[in-house]
């Protein structure tokens, strides 16, 4: 516990600290904490419900075009559009997730993947209002709070993007250590046996949803306004697939998975694709398969595992 | 009128061409101790999961004090006051005892769902949880992992789980089977204490266990109620003597 608690406390700090230890590379910075939060949003439901989905572009997406839409056409206020953006993939994981939850296992899989591309013709075929396949353009965001303008630096979106992160981590790590969070790891151990405990399985694995939901729409409205640009790519199953990767790697259901797993994704893949740009995603697949058979919990559970080895040495 | 604690009406269950239970009827009394005994294959734990609501009849009704309750869903039926254990232990194993035993009052006390950590609400989980864990001697495990217990305590834990939910009809599904015959005593100790007002359903094929326990029993053999009675007039019963007990001498 109090362990958990000096963690918690380095992720803040290291988000706060992360301008000073790397002032040229704020944009990265963003970009990092935008997909930490999303890889967040789905540990949700791979690491605590056991529910292994594809679709999670499916709610970064409409957050994004939630997002821009709402920029281009009613107000450019970041935070209302961040409000938009949580709020429209909230109303479409209830939406899905009464579908979707009623499956589990490869079917899941296959209605989350489905869902990714509906969505994604959606954007496609309503290119009046998004942009088709050319792009949600012309968002101009107003400055945060009505005072700090968007600047070149990248300075502005990071701060406004990690302190969101932020405030999602707090909400999470409250989720995870509440009871209802409990609730989800014991649906994730044994779903029958939660139904025999009186357990409304259903009502609980479909509020999760609409929260992992929320926050996944919320990383998508960030990633909209922080580049003033939603591709189509941003719900696209490739990307939904991206995101469980960085989460694995990381280390599912383990509270800093995201934290590890994204920074580390995003570093490797600028790297790679800088030194091997023919043969990135072999390096990549080849270091998932290393954290697979050494890691099998991810890197967070690595490094758990090197710490009490120096701990117990220590004793 | 509230009517009987529980009450099984001409219930019948068909699994393709089987018939696992046919036209059984069954009545609980408030506090009633019945046992329902009969050979293997003969339905018993398909009527628990029939009572229980994890299997849906092909025909006939469950009654809960007064209530249909036939169309209610298993998690309802729990909220509405029937708990039970499974013959084949069925637990949140990489949990630890106390975990396992915390999602179970936790719902019990209608906190399960709170999307933020509780203080008071986990204090009065933690504290109902050690009672338990008290009564049932299980403390000295509270920190292990379920998998990692011998099966004998695993059988404890998962009569607590059922325990946990105070339920006021406790159906239990050979709560003794599988634990050395060390740690029977601490079941069945667990059971004879169990609240005067709670109805429970007993299975179990240790007969000495069953007249010593039930004020009811009932014979199940193929699906069918053979015979109901104290336990005096079933072990005078010829045919229950010639199908059940006789065997059971045997053994």
């Known amino acids: ?315 | 009128m509230t009517g009987a604690a529980l009450e099984v009406r001409g219930v019948s269950k068909r699994f393709g061409s089987l018939d696992v239970a046919r036209n059984v009827q069954l009545s609980l009394e408030e506090g009633a101790r019945c046992a329902l005994i009969g050979p293997n294959g003969a339905g018993k734990t398909t009527l628990v999961n029939l009572i229980s609501g994890r299997l849906a009849p092909t025909a006939g009704e469950i009654w809960m004090s007064g209530r249909n309750v036939t169309a209610m869903p298993e998690a309802a039926r729990v909220k509405a006051g029937i708990g039970r254990t499974f013959q084949i232990t069925n637990l949140f194993r990489r949990l630890t005892v106390e975990e396992n035993l915390a999602l179970a009052v936790a719902e019990q006390l209608g906190a399960a769902g709170r999307l933020w950590p509780d203080r008071r609400a986990r204090a009065s989980i933690d504290g109902r949880v050690a009672g338990m864990l008290a009564m049932l001697r299980l403390t000295d495990h509270a920190g292990r992992r379920v998998e990692l217990l011998p099966y004998g305590v695993q059988r404890i834990v998962e009569l607590a789980l059922a325990l946990a939910l105070a339920p006021k009809i406790l159906l239990l599904d050979e709560p003794a089977a599988g634990v050395p015959r060390a740690d029977v005593g601490i079941i069945f100790e667990a059971i004879e204490q169990l609240p005067t007002s709670m109805a429970v359903l007993l299975i179990e094929h240790d007969i000495d266990v069953v007249f010593r326990f039930a004020t009811r029993v009932v014979v199940l053999v193929a699906g069918e109620v053979l015979a109901e009675g104290s336990p005096r007039e079933i072990s005078e019963h010829p045919q229950v003597r010639a199908l059940y007990l006789g065997d059971a001498r045997h053994e």
Do not use: K
Request: proline letters at 3%; charged letters at 15%; aromatic letters at 8%.
């Open chain 1, 1 to 315: 516990m109090r362990t958990t608690r000096a963690l918690d406390g380095l992720v803040l700090a290291g988000l706060a600290a992360f301008p000073m230890l790397a002032p040229g590379s704020l944009d990265l910075g963003a970009r990092m904490a935008i997909l930490v939060l999303c890889a967040m949003s789905l540990d949700l439901l791979v690491g605590y419900c056991g529910l292994i989905t594809l679709g999670h572009a499916a709610f970064f997406g409409a957050g994004a075009y939630a997002a821009g839409i709402f920029a281009v056409r009613a107000s450019a206020d970041p935070v209302a559009g961040l409000v938009v953006g949580g709020a429209a993939a909230a109303l479409l994981g209830l939406l899905s997730g009464v579908v979707l939850l009623r499956s589990r296992r490869l079917t899941l899989i296959m209605l989350s993947l489905a869902t990714v591309l509906i969505v994604q013709e959606a954007a496609n075929r309503w290119g009046g209002v998004t942009g088709g396949a050319d792009g949600l353009q012309g968002i101009a965001m107003s400055p945060l709070l009505g005072r700090f303008a968007f600047d070149l630096s990248g300075r502005v979106a990071y701060v406004y993007a990690a302190t969101t992160l932020a405030f999602a981590f707090l909400m999470f790590r409250s989720l995870v250590d509440s009871r209802f969070g409990q609730s989800l790891v014991g649906i994730r151990e044994n779903e029958a046996r939660m139904h025999a405990l009186g357990t409304p399985v259903g009502a609980r694995l479909r509020t999760a949803f609409v929260i992992s939901a929320a926050l996944a729409g919320v990383a998508g409205a960030l990633q909209a306004q922080v580049t003033e640009f939603v591709a189509l790519n941003a719900v696209s199953v490739e990307f939904s697939g991206e995101i469980l990767i960085m989460l694995i790697l990381g280390g599912a259901g383990r509270r800093y998975g995201a934290f590890l797993g994204a920074p580390v994704y995003v570093f490797m893949q600028d790297y790679l694709a800088r030194e091997d740009p023919a043969n990135w995603y072999l390096w990549i697949g080849l270091m998932l398969l290393a954290i697979v058979f050494l890691a099998p919990g991810g890197l967070t559970a690595g490094v758990a595992a090197i710490a009490r080895r120096i701990r117990g040495r220590r004793s």
